[in-house]
């Protein structure tokens, strides 16, 4: 009986051994497999037969089974990968009559249970980063799940209600939020956009937005986005202010891109003047490049002003550069442009050049015969190819723009000399407009001095004055080589020492006067027209040689030490 109820207890063992879910594996004391249940089967990947006899070790190195057996102590909770699985190994060794006699291993899959606690350490991570951002808000935000019931309330919201967030969350969102709106919002579905909500005496403006999955609203968020409506009107004056600011730099850019003489400026009714009007209507219809040819000081740039103001690109930019101003390292820049990192020192970004910034409209180069061979070369692949390459870059940047060329240089003569390009000359040449100078035109010179006199007294601020018939006269006889630049500075000097309404002769420069003079007009002191002319003389010096004493000390043919003594004896000011 007793041997019967063993075998039945053995049987019942056998049974519960194969049936248990998670794999089990007994070895003896050499860690050789003595059995394992099906379940372990399918981890190891190996049938019973195979299994028996086999060394555990060869099927799974990281056992622990080794550890267990020297120390006789269980290890519990240990994690140990078979295949591309890992398993919850749970080890015993096998006591029977205070002898070991082997170890038993239980294997439980927890794979599965690994990614789901990936995915929930992820969903923390990003619920974590959802809350920073929202208590980083300026805007109160709130947001409910599908009952009302406030699942979030950052920062700006307590602070502004004056409580705490802890006290908030899982509360019905109606016993929290005076006048709110976002339970019934669940329940339609409807979001409601900018909408005014009274809250502790201020009118707020809020948005409250359905949350949707798949279909169904799980819940709702509302958002304050001002605090009071005043904030809106705050906002909106700002907003004005911007604007106006916006169009009164885009005007002051229109102007500065734009030009600022027309044909109305160009004074004179003589028949050269008259000649050269007309030709001005004619070519500024056309795309045409443009040469404008003359002494300095006989208004080319305002020629140029007055060709693009009746053109059909007067509404796009006019833009000048001035090849002798610009320093011969940087015109290829200022011309071209430049990217990022082209040069030491280069903007961030890069920057357009002059050509491309005239895009549609025109470019003015003037003094262009003082440009360097090496850019004369560039200059004529633009012209030819009508396209463009900015500094430190590869890339051709197509421009569509009209070229109007200046210069008082004889080309000419500078094409003789190798310093100007033949090839460039032809490309500029297409049409040649002269502006005679002052002293071929001078029946041009009494309706140029009142127009001048007119236009010098808006701008010193002083009253109306005007020219005696005296002073027409010794205007007439100057040779003004400085031509109407010359011709305004003279009249300007006038106006400053004038003490009454009409300029007489005596409030001209000296040299003025004097020109066309001679013994028959009067009787004259030898000596003060002599030192008159030569403190005159001095001058000019100067100030065509930029204010260089050594430079206009050559000009005048006298030695540095000569020119500092007359500087002392007229009173002259040098600085260099």
Known sequence: MTELLGKRYEEQLRTAFEAAYNGIVLVDTDIRILALNSAAEKILGISKR?????????????????????????QAACSVKIGDKVYLSNRSPVIVDGELVGAVAVLQDITELNRIKSQLEETRRLKNILEVILDSAYEGIVVVDENGIITMFNDAYCRFLKVRKEDMVGRHVTDVIENTRM????????PEIRQIQHIQGHDMICDRIPIKKDGKIIGAVGKVLFRDVSEVDELLKQTEQLKEQLKYYKRELENERKTRYSLENIIGESPMMANLKELVKKVAKSPSTVLIRGESGTGKELLAHAIHNLSPRRSCPFVKVNCAAVPENLLESELFGYEEGAFTGAKKGGKPGKFEQAHGGTIFLDEIGDMPLKMQIKILRVLQEKEVERLGSTKTINVDVRVIAATNRNLERLINERKFREDLFYRLNVVNLEIPPLRERKEDIPLLADFLVKKLCKSLGIGEKNISQSTYNVL?????????????NALERALNVIDSDIIQPEHLPYYIRQSGNSLKDGVFNLKSIVEETEKETIKRALNAAGGSSLEAAKLLGISKSTFYDKLAKYGIKCFR
Not at 53 to 70: A, D, I, M
Not at 184 to 190: A, L, R, S
Not at 476 to 488: A, D, I, T
């Open 50 to 74: 195979e299994a028996v006899g086999r060394s555990f070790l060869e099927l799974v190195p990281e056992s622990g089974f080794p550890e267990v057996l020297s120390r006789k102590k269980s």
């Open 183 to 190: 339970h019934i919002v669940v329940k339609t579905g409807q």
């Open 476 to 488: 007439l006889r100057y040779k003004w080589p400085g031509n109407v630049r010359e011709l305004e």
